[in-house]
């Protein structure tokens, strides 16, 4: 479980507030915004018969949610994962998420994720506890990033990033998935 707010934290709230704020101005229900979303990949998602993002799935973002399901909202806000970061580092503010055109969507790249947790690891001669130490987490989160097959949370998906001094978008794809 990962522990007290921290400056490398996702500000899960102020997220919920720019993606509320956008529905609103839209004059979208939850929904519609779940149904906005789903379009930005409606070839893929056609080809794939995928089933939509729940409402209650983007309406529950307020306090958690999966790194997966946060770029789907980030990629309709145009956003990036740091502008919802206390305290970023500054050599990860300012890159972009990729783009994605109606056949594709954004998906974290976790096993790249733990690759580079894992090499920095090595590099400071660090356990997988000190680490999960470190990040405010379990060994066992970190770990399982390696054979994760959908997602973790974003606070520590974010944790991560900035731990390893790198912006998001080195860890997120384009993807037909």
């Not at 130490?133 to 990033?145: F, I, P, V, W």
């Amino acid at each position: 479980m990962l522990g007290r707010s921290r400056s490398d934290d996702f500000d899960h709230e102020a997220f919920f507030v720019a993606m509320d704020g956008r529905r609103q101005q839209q004059g979208l229900s939850w929904t519609g915004l779940a149904t906005a979303i789903w379009e930005q990949s409606r070839v893929l998602n056609e080809q794939r018969g995928d089933h939509p993002i729940s409402p209650g799935t983007l309406s529950g973002m307020r306090r958690r949610a999966s790194c997966q399901h946060v770029l789907f909202v980030l990629r309709w806000l145009g956003r990036a994962p740091e502008d919802f970061l206390p305290d970023p580092r500054e050599e990860t503010v300012g890159v972009p998420l990729p783009e994605a055109d109606d056949a594709h969507r954004l998906r974290w790249n976790l096993r790249r994720l733990y690759a580079v947790l894992d090499a920095g690891r090595g590099a400071l001669g660090l356990t997988w506890a000190e680490s999960a130490r470190r990040l405010g987490c379990t060994s066992s989160q970190l770990t399982g990033l390696k054979a994760a097959k959908f997602a973790t949370g974003m606070t520590l998906a974010m944790r991560i990033t900035q731990a390893t001094r790198r912006p998001a978008a080195e860890f997120v794809d384009v993807a037909c998935w």
